[in-house]
């Protein structure tokens, strides 16, 4: 890895690596191949906005080609930088690792700001951008897939797809060179909400075993528990609407751009949603008390702390301020390497980054495979299971003489629709890995943070990629 900035994002991934790369069992030089990024692409391309030329900087951070393609999410932001988006980019690699994800890790960014643009203009960006990546062989189904991530959405991919097949129209694969789609150009049911389902996956798990909950001086379960998020994006949103509707969470604290609220008899997510979608701000909600600071949500009593916003929010600074029990990463890297020493002496649960939100990536494979095989999930079985269980449940009826009502019976005798069959998929992937990491945990005494744990995850299955190749002792 080049050399970072002192205290930045880049510097803290790496101390996390050097932490735990010890305890994965492998060869100094295998981990340095593994650490480092293997093809950073800085670009700068000029667009016409209005009467004038803006030189725009972008990038492509491919970190590990021991599998292919590398996978990782573009990033509009105006504090893109080469060191951000490496970080980035190693962080998929390991997240790809940790669920499973057959796939090397990747990022891109354009330093733009997207409030600063209209539509239109976004669309030129965005399809100049993908233009420098095929120029340059940094996009394709079987070479780097990018996906949504902070500041970009479905309309993005849309456009970079559309631009893909222009120069590429006669690939079969096309529509894989890029995931997050829109359901009706390639996409898959279920993405949208997919990095948050994820989350809210994760912190189930975690909440699930008795003896970890205890250690941290809470019951078992979910139900009842509160919470606070930083961020109403597309992760904290749907992180919140489902712990909320499926886990019985009660939000007490939301923090967006424009400042935060309070409620300690909880905050109905969706209405809040709407509330900033009328008003233009989260503040001022109908019975919660507005915050003095957006960033003190970060320092509200709770169970939970879900920051979903940016990196380096929780730093030495307020770390020591923090009362949540328990933080689940949402967002990449938003506790520092620093943070997270002061929060475990403190006895705080961090759940990684790198697992906590690789929902987003695991339903991105998903869809990638949909791209590959040209056909919905779903279409070849619904119908044979639907018939099966309705035999079934007929023959029952048939044999005790009792009969069941239309909708048990609708319920009982359903085929399972794309979204089923991605939600099921997200679930067992999430599950697996928390189980994965959390015998790292408890197996390994010389580790003593989820982090290292879930890294020790991930480096032995990358550790093992590059042994079969025989390069590596
Ligand atoms: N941007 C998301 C992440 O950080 C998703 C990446 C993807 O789907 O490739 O994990």
Redesign the pocket.
């Known amino acids: 890895m080049s050399k970072s900035v002192h205290g930045g994002f880049l510097e803290s991934v790496s101390r996390n690596f050097d932490k735990a790369a010890p305890h994965s069992g492998l060869h100094k030089g295998l981990l340095a191949q593994i650490k480092a990024c293997n093809s950073v692409y800085q670009m700068r391309f000029p667009v016409k906005i209005g009467s004038e030329y803006q030189v725009i900087e972008a990038y492509r951070v491919q970190h590990s080609h021991h599998r292919l393609p590398t996978?990782?999410?573009i990033r509009y932001s105006q504090k893109v930088n080469q060191e951000e988006v490496m970080a980035?980019a190693s962080?998929?690699t390991y997240?790809c690792a940790i669920v499973d994800v057959p796939f090397g890790g990747a990022k891109g960014g354009v330093a733009i700001s997207p409030r600063d643009y209209t539509v239109s203009q976004l669309q030129k960006i965005t399809r100049r951008y993908t233009t420098e990546l095929i120029r340059k062989n940094f996009i394709g189904p079987g070479i780097d897939?990018?996906?949504?991530?902070y500041g970009t959405g479905s309309r993005e991919m849309a456009w970079i797809l559309d631009t893909y097949i222009t120069f590429k129209g006669g690939e079969i694969d096309a529509a894989g060179c890029v995931?997050?789609k829109p359901v009706n150009q390639n996409g898959i049911q279920g993405r949208t909400e997919a990095?948050g389902r994820g989350v809210y996956y994760g912190i189930r798990e975690a909440c699930s075993h008795k003896d970890d909950m205890a250690a941290l001086g809470l019951k078992p379960g979910l139900e009842g528990k509160t919470m606070a998020i930083q961020g109403l994006g597309n992760v904290g949103y749907h992180a919140g609407v489902i712990s909320q509707e499926e886990g019985g969470v009660k939000i007490i604290a939301v923090a967006e751009y424009e400042g935060a609220v309070y409620n300690k008899d909880g905050i109905d997510i969706k209405k809040l949603f709407k509330h900033r979608k009328k008003t233009g701000s989260i503040l001022d909600f109908p019975g919660a008390k507005n915050m003095k600071q957006r960033k003190r949500v970060l320092e509200v009593d709770c169970d939970i702390l879900v920051p979903a916003a940016l990196e380096g929010q929780i730093t030495k600074v307020n770390a020591d301020k923090v009362k949540a029990k328990i933080i689940a990463e949402a967002a990449?890297g938003p506790v520092t390497a620093d943070a997270e020493e002061i929060l475990l002496k403190k006895g705080v649960m961090v759940i990684p980054d790198m697992y906590i939100?690789?929902g987003?990536?695991t339903v991105?494979y998903f869809e990638w495979l949909k791209n590959l095989s040209h056909m919905r999930f779903g279409r070849m079985e619904k119908r044979f299971n639907a018939n099966k269980y309705r035999n079934l449940v007929e023959t029952v009826e048939r044999m005790t003489g009792k009969t069941i009502g239309a909708k048990e019976k609708d319920f009982l005798t359903k085929g399972a629709d794309e979204v089923d069959l991605v939600r099921s998929g997200l679930e067992e992937t999430m599950i697996t890995a928390y189980d994965q990491i959390r015998t790292n945990f408890k197996r390994n005494k010389g580790i003593n943070d989820l982090r290292s744990a879930a890294f020790v995850s991930a480096l032995k299955k990358i550790g093992s990629d590059y042994e079969s190749l025989g390069i590596f002792p």
């Open positions: 996978k990782g999410g980035l962080l998929m997240k897939v990018p996906a949504p991530d995931t997050g990095t990449n939100n690789a987003g990536v991105s």
